[in-house]
């Protein structure tokens, strides 16, 4: 199997407190694979110490084969590591083609002053037209970040993120604060990208876990108490008892 991510014994501690505990998990070339739990499951942690952010006191995390475990944040990028935050991060007095435009342009290198570099770079804004041509947000290419609703930020940013063609993309709550609707359509936009990359998603929304996850791993305490299909994780009793039913935050 061609593992995109690959955490091995992954151990971080805080003072007396384990936060991960001995973690090792997979993720696969195009899958989409949801990391869940309670509240102080260890979850966000775990994230932390994929990108850099935290330094783990034991274990190895390897991206497309290389060894990472040490690698400050921005050397993990370059080799193909995204994410997305649960609180956006956009340019709000920007359009989301210009938006887009700066997150392909960063992606090529460029520098981020787009009005005297991209807009004289006709590929830069072919592929902001492609992009938004294939996605929900392309009648909304010239309305300003401001005056989007938060659902289509949401999506905005998943677009500048996958615009960066990393080999794994971490998906920190796609779905929060969205409604109903809204909920949807990020669901149909993750589905439509599965296959161009890798992704973990860190999600609350059962619903949208089960529809979108190929397999599932449950962090309860810092501990992996379980991973598996869909099917499997709904009819695990630890699961049930630990985590199923109550609400993720």
């Known amino acids: 199997m061609n593992h995109v991510l690959e955490i091995a014994g992954l151990t971080k501690t805080f003072g007396g407190l384990t936060a991960t505990d001995n973690v090792s998990l997979t993720v696969n070339a195009g899958e989409i694979h949801a990391l869940i739990g309670p509240n102080g499951a260890g979850k966000s942690t775990l994230i932390n110490q994929i990108c850099g952010e935290l330094m783990p006191n034991a274990g190895h995390i390897h991206l497309a084969g290389r060894d990472i475990t040490r690698l400050p944040p921005a050397e993990r990028v370059a080799l193909g590591l995204g994410r997305t935050f649960q609180i956006t991060s956009l340019l709000d007095d920007m359009t989301v083609r210009e938006n887009l435009a700066l997150a392909v342009q960063a992606r090529e290198g460029g520098n981020f002053r787009i009005f005297d570099r991209a807009a004289n770079r006709a590929e830069v804004w072919d592929e902001v037209a492609e992009i938004l041509a294939a996605s929900a947000l392309g009648p909304r290419a010239g309305v300003t970040v401001a005056d989007l609703a938060h659902g289509e930020k949401k999506q ?9 063609r ?13 409604g109903h ?7 149909d936009a993750l589905l439509a990208a599965r296959g161009d990359c890798a992704m973990l998603l860190v999600e609350h ?6 529809a979108l996850a190929d397999r599932v791993t449950v962090l309860v305490y810092g501990r992996v108490i379980a991973a598996g299909n869909a099917d499997e994780i709904r009819a695990n009793p630890a699961v049930r008892d630990a985590y199923l039913g109550e609400e993720d935050t």
């Open 156 to 164: 905005l940013e998943l677009l500048m993120a996958l615009s960066q």
């Open 166 to 178: 990393p080999r794994l993309l971490l998906l920190d709550e796609p779905m929060a604060g969205l």
């Open 181 to 187: 609707l809204e909920s949807q359509q990020m669901i």
């Open 205 to 210: 929304d059962m619903d949208a876990v089960f």
